[in-house]
């Protein structure tokens, strides 16, 4: 372990038994005590002095770590929804239109969810036109062309509501509005329950008049000074931080339309808000929403519609799109940030998408730039190309909002909805004789019988229709997407002005390099042997990353005793429950590599032959020639990363501000393409060292945004120190828009050239290729494995990935992650910027500690277990020594096993964590005894087929004997498992089960826990019916965010018969998204499995990530009995090397998380917790059940 100590916060769990200590102090109510001592961290944790349902909740779920545990879109609120509109094409205003837009909301009450009291809602609401007939009368004779009305949520307090009040009068009176009145709005308190009463704002509408604008005019100012206010009270706020004014809340401020929403069940709205009832009530149009929230305290601002739209899905690239329109509003001088990740998805999506509406882009245009259809490769575009050279356009302009999203909209003047570009939220839409139109997330919500219908159908995917109000038309795709088209000569403008970087074929010159000279330079930017004999060589010859399986027993890299790159210290984030991951074989069509790079502009500024002057990439990995060839389409300049070496550690940091003041000068001289490359003459000398590319690249990106300046050029990294998948993951995510591994390409030729490989292809062994074929294979390889990357996370485009930071550090010190990767989840502490340069001069020491040139790379051991390398806590050794306790049936034998897991280096995270007891010991036999103890082990989720039929029914029939359960995996089940043996001779041998041994009369081979995957393979109702728990298979330790996979080479005749397939035919579960995309669906198929087997409990596997705590509320919610926290780190399946590497979580922090999260929603007595991943001693249950597990899985123990 490095000589950094770090925090880590963990949640409570035992009932005040226990002190959780760190660095010598209590902080909470756990049983654990840190082995180190914590650095200084902003400290949030919650104390539990018992788990209590009744008590009243907090206000956010506990910030679990430091220094930064996540946005609040992560940690706190997650969602899912149904929405739908309705509208009148011929104008005519009744109150009919509310009445069944109420009526299709109630009818949408499964889509949403309640609160932990079971009543408060987790939001409705409706938009509709302005009910001007009900509310003339408070407009005190001021016509109302001219006139405005605000739906206000003030805070409680009397004080704060009347300075709330103020903000509001007087930033719209510096927009030129003056203030008609105030109007308290009816509402009934007592519909509400318990939870939302107590969070209830007062609800107010104020009027406000302009002598001179009407329209759109007067729709302008009402949004500037809507912001205003909104700024103004935050600034109140921040100054007065005992005030609430924080909660100062403006729905809607419009001349056309009105929000009444809040944290209510769909049926409930029209009970609590009476002028919804009101038969004057008047509109010709109204959105409704249903809101589905994984968090249950109560926040009615968050209940939707919200200003212009209403959002069902989840946006995946939040965090990239908010860093991209905070550079823009820094460039703009914005007071107001239009984005911020203190809000919603749908709320910045939503104050994007208004802004330019209000820069006078119709709802349509607005939609089509922000969540764009997959345009490439679209037969029905063949004939109308002006529409893909639009989508072209502004693909150079704006990063996609990219994810699951159903969305409708409105500005008053039309009423609309779209999809995205997958298109896998449901959307269905009829239009009627007598002109209404009516568009829902649920068939049947809106009953029109047959006979009136005169046109129905359903989006598909990035399809969109629009109700014209001021023309009465209806617009389908085609037409909207024509006329958009048609509004600009797309086509020739690009023709004119954009230019592509196409891939070019690789040569084999530019991979020379001395060969002598390469495993010296490999060796100083942190290459491995096995990088190069598994990733390199299986890249370059099969065009495929390497795989691996049984996950990953290495150390943490900030507790590994070796240097490890800085990207082993992120771990990529996936998507589960509350948005699907997508399939990139499967669904590649709506998949892309492409970048727009240089200079970005302001959407809001198109259309505009100015902006059509674009540059981009076609992958965003460069060779030589392609690096060439943006160098001269821009203006670029070269920014080298290397720094003398006597500088020594504190030497980084101050290399490091330097090339941020040089990347800032250089944008300033009219730089549009930044390289920052550690690339030197005759390689890399043992006077100069550098700085990590995945620092540099995240350091000058957060400053050019700080600044103001990073929309003005684009960075590319040349670097020796990137060659996998998750590298340049890593890079693209932290701002780069390109890499160039020129290292990493020379290695090909190097391992290309070497005698035994070639050997080896003389020998038929390896592929026939050329050293170019190589290369191009390599880049292939890492383009295939962006995309599985980007598809564990649900996201279609590399552009929309791009700065979009979807990763969490685990060991990263407080300063490096606010100097280079600002709002990245980190609930560790750790690595310093000195630390990190230490690490760097260790391979730089490795390199040129001897005088002659090195000749071969140092093998670590972090893939496979060598003595007296990496350690791995699966080695061979610890194995043998459990081997021997069972064979020998010896505890001693075993506390030899227990005493080598006590002594093996640090690991884990619960390594570094002991129990203390705050009083004396109890008796031995008031301790629960061991036989009911037991009864909560599990096996983990091994499929037969990863497992022989003889190791698979053997744990069964083992752990049935004492009492636990044991998982099928996904896969189905022999019904032969199900009954009882009877037929056993006194030698152990069954003719129902004769492979076996050993086996007594009374035995039974079933597993108690049946698990369903996303593939269905062998999933029966006789399968469902044999179980004691179902259990849904959303993600799994190995390789979250991917599908289960058993090679064609494992399915026999047997396992053929039992998963209905056949033999050798190799069967892949998708993702789980064909049928589990949305926390609603998932709620589905509880109900559904409930239905099967009523007797049976229904478990939900999850693997540990930030913000499985909110995802598991979700869950709870959706009535599952029981979840599972997976670690990231285990796992029988087979995946490539960098999913199983860096993807997921120790479950330490997700079980913590998801145990306070549970806790603080008082939703914790509903559901039982498992911890399950390279559990191996007592004390690692101990650990588990004390941070709030109650079973506990064994797999690879």
Known sequence: MRSSQFALLIAAAAPGSFGYVLNSRPLTSTGVRSAVQAAPARVAVSPLARIDDERPPSSEPGAIGAPYPGDPGLVSEKDGCGVGFLANLHGERTHEITQRALRALGCMEHRG????????????????????????????????????????????????????????????????????????????????????????PDIEQAFFYHPELTGDALEEKLYFARRSAQADAHQWAVKHPSSSVENFYICSLSSRSIVYKGMVQSSVLPLFYKDLVNEEYLTNWAIYHRRFSTNTVPKWPLAQPMRLLGHNGEINTVIGNINWQRALDVQRNRRAPLCSITRSDSSNLDGVFEWLVRSNHSCAHSLSALVPEAYKGQPDYDSRPEIADMYEYYAGLQEPWDGPALIVFSDGKQVGAGLDRNGLRPARYLLTKSGMVAMMSETGVVDVPDSEIVAKGRLGPGHMIIADLEKGEFLDNDHIKEKLALAAPYGEWMGKHAKTVSKMAFSADEAAADAEGIPQQLTVFGWSSEDLDMQIADMANLAKETLFSMGDDTPLAILSEKPRPLYDYFKQRFAQVTNPAIDPLREGIVMGLGMPIGTRRDLSLAPSEELAKQLRIESPILNKAELEALQTSAKTVTLSTLYPIAWGPDGLEKALNELRAKAAAAVDDGAELLVLSDECEGGLNADTTYIPPLLATGAVHHFLIEQGKRLKASIIVSTAQAWSTHHVACLVGYGASAVHPYLAFQAVRYWYELPRVSSMRKNGKLAQISVEEALANYRAALEAGLLKILSKMGISLLASYHGAQIFEAIGIGEKMLNTAFIGTPSRVGGLSLAELAEEVCEWHALAFSADEVRTKLENYGFVKFYSNKEHHHNSPPLTKLLHKALEERSYDQFKLFQASIEQSPTTTLRDMLEPVADRPPVPLERVEPVEEIMKRFCTGGMSLGALSREAHETLAIGVNRFGGKS???????????????????????????????????????????????????????????????????????????????????????????????????????????????????????????????????????????????????????????????????????????????????????????????????????????????????????????????????????
């Open 113 to 200: 969810a309640c609160g932990g009291d079971k009543v408060s809602g987790d939001g409705a609401g409706i938009m509709t036109a302005v009910p001007w007939e009900l509310l003339t009368d408070h407009l005190d004779g001021k016509p109302v062309e001219h006139a405005g009305v605000g739906m206000i949520f003030l805070p409680q307090e009397e004080e704060d509501i009347e300075v709330s009040k103020r903000i509001m009068v007087e930033s719209a009176a510096k927009h030129g509005l003056e203030l008609i009145g105030w109007r308290k709005v009816p509402t009934d308190m007592d519909s509400l329950g318990l939870m939302a009463r107590a969070a209830m």
């Open 967 to 1197: 998982n099928s995996g996904e896969g189905g089940e022999d019904s032969v498992r199900w009954l009882k043996l009877s037929d056993v001779d006194e030698n152990g041998h069954s003719p129902t089960l004769p492979h076996l041994k050993g086996l007594k009369n009374g035995d039974i081979a079933t597993s108690k826990i049946k698990q369903v995957a996303s593939g269905r393979f062998g999933v029966t109702p006789e399968y469902l019916r044999s179980a004691e728990q179902i259990e849904i298979k959303i993600a799994q330790g190995a390789k979250p965010g991917e599908g289960g996979q058993l090679p064609g080479v494992k399915i026999d005749q047997y396992i053929a018969s039992i998963r209905y397939s056949k033999p050798g035919v190799t069967l892949i579960s998708p993702p789980p998204h064909h049928d589990i995309y949305s926390i609603e669906d998932l709620a589905q198929l509880i109900h559904d499995l409930k239905s099967a087997n009523r007797s049976s409990r229904v478990s939900t596997k999850l693997v540990s990530e930030v913000g499985v705590g909110v995802v598991a509320a979700g869950v709870a919610k959706a009535k599952s009995d029981h979840i599972v926290i997976s670690g990231g780190d285990g796992g029988t399946g087979a995946a490539a090397w960098t999913g199983i590497k860096h993807a997921g979580l120790p479950w330490e922090l997700g079980l913590a998380e998801t145990h306070q999260t549970l806790v603080l929603n008082r939703l914790r007595s509903r559901v039982v917790l498992q911890a399950d991943g390279q559990l191996k001693s007592g004390k690692d249950v101990v650990i588990a059940a004390l941070l709030g597990a109650e079973e506990y899985g064994f797999a690879t123990a």
